[in-house]
């Protein structure tokens, strides 16, 4: 089958997105379906505001649209609400063809936090773009009941996993601290709540790994703590390793993959009971929920690494792949009603 996937988040940009789609684009490769991934890298990008790291695509329907039509996919699944979504959304449907969509960001709370926007009218915009869809595939349960309140019937499962291949205990890293080491991985951002966790008088260090906007606000407020920078692959894994804790202050995130990734590492987690955490952890023992986050430290400072490798054996990225696949529908073999210069005619009339 030849899988189109539209993402405003791709490489080189580094996020659970980027990494779930990677991890599914892999897979599904394996098993021999041709995946093409229609990302910013394909045209011309400006900064995202308050994100500069992340680009976005500056260009129209049309443009995406003979992208589309050059690769000539079975399946179609747009994976963001961004400018390349919406592009995409718009052309398939002037065409009657069917897609699907996936919902990873709790947009409307990151609008709230940064800009005061109302929640309703986020959740407004989000119906009108998923609502379009056959089917919009979420990671959890806590998603699909949200979803659904906000009024998004149609959706379906589609988990998530962890590369137990390159996630897994190792020798640490030797970061010559005082112990325990209390880790954060992930993007340095005001959604993340990071001063949560670095405002919590604990014995040991607080270890960040990962960069963002709020990063040098938090290097000045909370100069005992040690920020690494973002890492990769081998190098990650020891710094995963080398945490007693792993600690993640988040309550805004739909899953969190890092939480899996240092749950691969034998690393138990400390975390508030909110959605992402309630989902991943839950009642498993791999690591603590408390409304206390100081509370849930030292409760997962004693979660033994076997609880930790049981439990992220349970989240595996071919079933991922597979239920990907299956969620996925097919286009309709339907002659396009416009021609790509009527298209361009239409959109700059």
């Given at each position: 089958?030849?899988?189109?996937?539209?993402?405003?988040?791709?490489?080189?940009?580094?996020?659970?997105?980027?990494?779930?789609?990677?991890?599914?684009?892999?897979?599904?490769?394996?098993?021999?379906?041709?995946?093409?991934?229609?990302?910013?890298?394909?045209?011309?990008?400006?900064?995202?505001?308050?994100?500069?790291?992340?680009?976005?695509?500056?260009?129209?329907?049309?443009?995406?649209?003979?992208?589309?039509?050059?690769?000539?996919?079975?399946?179609?699944?747009?994976?963001?609400?961004?400018?390349?979504?919406?592009?995409?959304?718009?052309?398939?449907?002037?065409?009657?063809?069917?897609?699907?969509?996936?919902?990873?960001?709790?947009?409307?709370?990151?609008?709230?936090?940064?800009?005061?926007?109302?929640?309703?009218?986020?959740?407004?915009?989000?119906?009108?773009?998923?609502?379009?869809?056959?089917?919009?595939?979420?990671?959890?349960?806590?998603?699909?009941?949200?979803?659904?309140?906000?009024?998004?019937?149609?959706?379906?499962?589609?988990?998530?996993?962890?590369?137990?291949?390159?996630?897994?205990?190792?020798?640490?890293?030797?970061?010559?601290?005082?112990?325990?080491?209390?880790?954060?991985?992930?993007?340095?951002?005001?959604?993340?709540?990071?001063?949560?966790?670095?405002?919590?008088?604990?014995?040991?260090?607080?270890?960040?790994?990962?960069?963002?906007?709020?990063?040098?606000?938090?290097?000045?407020?909370?100069?005992?703590?040690?920020?690494?920078?973002?890492?990769?692959?081998?190098?990650?894994?020891?710094?995963?390793?080398?945490?007693?804790?792993?600690?993640?202050?988040?309550?805004?995130?739909?899953?969190?993959?890092?939480?899996?990734?240092?749950?691969?590492?034998?690393?138990?987690?400390?975390?508030?009971?909110?959605?992402?955490?309630?989902?991943?952890?839950?009642?498993?023992?791999?690591?603590?929920l408390d409304e206390s986050l100081g509370a849930a430290i030292d409760g997962a400072l004693n979660v033994p690494a076997q609880a930790c490798l049981a439990h992220a054996a349970n989240f595996d990225w071919d079933l991922s792949a597979r239920q990907f696949l299956n969620n996925l529908v097919a286009l309709?073999?339907?002659?396009?009603?416009?021609?790509?210069?009527?298209?361009?005619?239409?959109?700059?009339?």
């Amino acid at each position: 089958m030849r899988i189109l996937i539209v993402s405003d988040a791709w490489l080189p940009q580094l996020n659970g997105v980027v990494r779930a789609l990677s991890a599914t684009r892999e897979r599904l490769a394996g098993m021999g379906h041709q995946v093409q991934v229609l990302g910013p890298d394909r045209f011309r990008t400006v900064p995202c505001p308050t994100y500069p790291e992340i680009r976005l695509a500056l260009t129209r329907p049309s443009r995406v649209g003979r992208l589309i039509e050059d690769f000539a996919p079975d399946a179609a699944h747009i994976a963001t609400e961004g400018p390349l979504g919406w592009c995409a959304r718009h052309w398939l449907r002037r065409r009657n063809l069917r897609f699907t969509t996936s919902f990873h960001t709790l947009f409307p709370l990151y609008l709230k936090l940064r800009a005061g926007f109302p929640e309703r009218w986020s959740y407004a915009l989000l119906r009108h773009f998923h609502n379009a869809a056959a089917h919009t595939m979420c990671s959890t349960s806590t998603l699909d009941g949200l979803l659904r309140e906000h009024g998004i019937p149609s959706v379906v499962r589609w988990i998530r996993g962890v590369d137990r291949a390159l996630f897994r205990p190792v020798a640490p890293a030797d970061l010559k601290l005082p112990g325990p080491i209390l880790m954060y991985v992930g993007r340095l951002a005001v959604e993340k709540n990071i001063e949560a966790f670095l405002g919590i008088d604990r014995p040991g260090t607080k270890v960040l790994v990962g960069d963002g906007p709020a990063r040098a606000a938090l290097e000045r407020r909370f100069p005992e703590a040690v920020f690494l920078g973002p890492l990769m692959g081998e190098a990650l894994v020891a710094h995963y390793c080398a945490a007693d804790v792993f600690v993640f202050p988040s309550k805004t995130d739909t899953l969190g993959l890092v939480m899996l990734e240092a749950l691969a590492c034998g690393v138990p987690v400390a975390a508030y009971p909110v959605p992402g955490p309630n989902d991943v952890i839950g009642a498993s023992g791999a690591g603590v929920l408390d409304e206390s986050l100081g509370a849930a430290i030292d409760g997962a400072l004693n979660v033994p690494a076997q609880a930790c490798l049981a439990h992220a054996a349970n989240f595996d990225w071919d079933l991922s792949a597979r239920q990907f696949l299956n969620n996925l529908v097919a286009l309709e073999s339907r002659a396009c009603a416009r021609t790509a210069a009527q298209e361009e005619e239409e959109e700059t009339a």
